[in-house]
């Protein structure tokens, strides 16, 4: 099972980034999806979710509004569509996946956001 994130970058507050998770090894149709991110210094943390069942969404408050997470589970593709960034928002972004139940998870490697002018 393999995730493979891209998308990342340098961009100025107020840009847009949109990041791209591959997923291969399983029927990822059945996990739930999200991304998390870690910046320097502080824990990792979720910052958006996607049900497998029903694809409801969830997002941690700071980025409400201005993130949007999304699927497309015939490409086996997650994307974490970014607006608005902020400074703050700075961290390595990794994919995630899970099947709660069966206690399964996995990991990508991370890709860098930097916002910064």
């Known amino acids: 099972v393999q995730l493979v994130e891209s998308g990342g970058g340098l961009v100025q507050p107020g840009g847009s980034l949109r990041l791209s998770c591959a997923a291969s090894?399983?029927?990822?149709?059945?996990?739930?999806m999200s991304w998390y991110r870690q910046a320097p210094g502080k824990e990792r943390e979720l910052v958006a979710a996607?049900?497998?069942?029903?694809?409801?969404?969830d997002y941690v408050d700071s980025v409400k509004g201005r993130f949007t997470i999304s699927r497309d589970t015939a490409k086996n593709m997650v994307y974490l569509q970014m607006n608005g960034l902020k400074p703050e928002d700075t961290a390595v972004y990794y994919c995630?996946?899970?099947?709660?139940?069966?206690?399964?998870?996995?990991w990508g490697q991370g890709t860098q956001v930097t916002v910064s002018s």
């Open positions: 995630h996946a899970e099947r709660r139940y069966f206690g399964l998870r996995y």
């Open positions: 996607i049900r497998s069942a029903g694809g409801s969404t």
């Open positions: 090894g399983a029927t990822f149709t059945n996990y739930d």
